[in-house]
């Protein structure tokens, strides 16, 4: 059986609570104060700061000392050393994220499918859908999951996806990716809008649940113009 909502780990219901809070609030309004969050959720303080540490690190709210937690300026590209939803960073730029399933199903897996999500030969959860943001095509994408999680073909999916895996017990919590440049497919054309062979921006990332297995494997093919990504780096000394 699997488990409810109450599963998710409390910071993490904090954290998605106060997100659908940002995405409604302006720029540098206050947000709770850790003992107030503390008491609206029945919480210690410490799991009020892990809450509001995410939200900080993902550049949705920003802390002054002595004063308290405000929301952040919106900002348009992705630092990639954080693994952030599209439909948050969507809302961090002040526009309204949805999706349009084009097709949802439970088919066999692919030997590379099966090898990434550490399965033995079996079926897959396939969900191909374009992301937008304010009804314009950024994305589109192939996400398949684990074919335990067959339920997600009962969930909304033109929703938060990553909301359904947590009602189903499974929360994403950190991942890898890989991205490189490709032409456009002729797919790719009549579901994003743009003219076959378009240089797009393909991401491919590996997400593990809480316990650290396998639970996302995606392909997420963005149209250049419209998604940008933002690298922190460190410099090795020189030899």
């Known amino acids: 059986m699997s488990a409810g909502p109450d599963f998710a780990p409390l910071y993490f219901r904090i954290e998605q609570e106060l997100r659908a809070r940002i995405a409604q609030a302006r720029p540098h309004d206050p947000l709770p104060s850790e003992p107030e969050l503390a008491r609206e959720f029945g919480v210690s303080r410490m799991t009020a700061r892990a809450a509001v540490t995410q939200l900080v690190n993902d550049g949705l709210a920003y802390r002054a000392p002595g004063r308290g937690t405000f929301v952040a300026v919106p900002t348009g590209p992705r630092r990639a050393d954080n693994l952030v939803r599209l439909s948050e960073e969507i809302r961090k730029q002040g526009k309204v994220p949805s999706s349009r399933v084009v097709r949802a199903e439970l088919r066999p897996a692919t030997v590379i499918e099966a090898t990434r999500l550490r399965q033995r030969a079996g079926d897959v959860v396939a969900i191909y859908r374009v992301r937008q943001a304010d009804g314009d095509p950024v994305a589109f994408e192939h996400a398949c999951y684990p074919g335990a999680l067959s339920a ?83 410099v090795e000394p020189h030899q």
């Open 152 to 234: 997600l073909l009962d969930c909304d999916l033109s929703g938060s996806v990553h909301e359904a895996l947590v009602a189903l017990g499974r929360v994403p919590t950190r991942g890898t990716s890989t991205i490189t440049a490709q032409p456009a497919t002729g797919e790719d054309a009549r579901e994003l809008g743009v003219p076959a062979g378009t240089a797009l921006l393909v991401e491919e990332r590996l997400i593990l649940d809480q316990e650290g297995r396998p639970l996302e494997l995606s392909e997420s093919r963005y149209t250049g113009t419209k998604y940008r990504l933002d690298v922190a780096f460190g």
